[in-house]
């Protein structure tokens, strides 16, 4: 047997519940179901996200086959992933966009970023100085896989074409310096 398939080691995952009954519950679902073996929970129920959510850490056992068919499973079930393993999530950058982004739907635009399964956003902050029906901006940290940056500039570029939204692009380097 393969290493992937008979090899069992510890991974930390770190989830973002909505403060409502039974979502714990909901997000430890997915883990039983696809053998994950629960070690420990820490759920930060006096501490809020940027976004209101509750953060929650979990520690299992699984095979590396298993961990990634629960984060999955996971994400499938609507959880949000912010941190699954040490290197899922290895690269941060942080964007910047502008224009009706209350009327064009902020809570889609977050939705379509997650959607990409190669990154999750950690942190937004919201400026709507004239209000709600007008241009506001949103400061928005990202969590990428290794070696996606680009495939997920290419979707969050794609999302602000069609919402007709500016996006201020991070700086990136191109080799030594």
Do not use: C, W
């Not at 073996?37 to 930060?44: P, Q, V």
Request: glycine share 8%; no cysteine.
């Amino acid at each position: 047997m393969s290493d992937a398939q008979t090899d069992v080691r510890a991974y930390t995952l770190r989830l973002e519940l909505v403060d409502e009954p039974g979502e714990l519950l909901r997000s430890l679902r997915p883990i039983a179901e696809h053998g994950g073996n629960l070690l420990s929970i820490f759920h930060e129920r006096g501490n809020v996200t940027p976004r209101g959510h509750i953060p929650v850490e979990v520690d299992i056992e699984a095979t590396p086959d298993r961990f990634e068919t629960i984060v999955d499973g996971l994400r499938d079930a609507g959880i949000n992933v912010i941190q699954a393993g040490t290197e899922r999530y290895s690269e941060g950058m942080t964007i910047i966009l502008s224009g009706h982004l209350i009327d064009t739907d902020l809570s889609d635009t977050l939705s379509q970023i997650q959607e990409t399964k190669s990154a999750t956003v950690t942190d937004i902050s919201l400026s709507a100085p004239a209000g709600a029906s007008d241009i506001s901006s949103a400061r928005m940290k990202l969590a990428t896989e290794s070696g996606s940056t680009e495939e997920v500039l290419s979707v969050i570029r794609d999302i602000a074409e069609e919402k007709d939204l500016r996006l201020v692009e991070p700086l990136t380097t191109g080799g030594a310096e």
